[in-house]
C-alpha cells in the first residue's frame, strides 16, 4: 500500500460499518475479486477464471451476464 493509498479500516469506518444488504451473492463477488487478482498477478488464466465462473455467474445475474467474446458460453 502506498502513502497515497486510503487506510482501508478508514474507509470502512467511513462508509459506517459493514456494507449494505444486496440482492446479489456477496461470497460470490469475493471470490470473483479474488481470482481477478490472480488473474492480474499472472497465477490463473483469464481462461481458467472464465470457465470456474461462468456458470455461478450466468445464474446469479441470469441475461445481464454476457460471456467474453470467444468462449464456449457465449
Known amino acids: 500500500m502506498s502513502q497515497n493509498d486510503p487506510n482501508p479500516l478508514e474507509t470502512l469506518e467511513s462508509l459506517g460499518g459493514a456494507p449494505e ?11 470473483v475479486g479474488a481470482a481477478a487478482r490472480r ?9 481458467e477464471f472464465h470457465e470456474r465462473f461462468a456458470d455461478r455467474l450466468a445464474a446469479e445475474f441470469g441475461d445481464a451476464y454476457v460471456p467474453p467474446e470467444g468462449s464456449d458460453d457465449g
Not at 444488504?21 to 471470490?31: A, C, F, I, K, M
Not at 498477478?41 to 483469464?46: I, S
Request: aromatic share 4%; no cysteine.
Open 21 to 31: 444488504p444486496s440482492e446479489y451473492d456477496q461470497e460470490l463477488g469475493r471470490e
Open 39 to 47: 488473474v492480474a498477478n499472472g497465477d490463473l488464466t483469464e481462461e
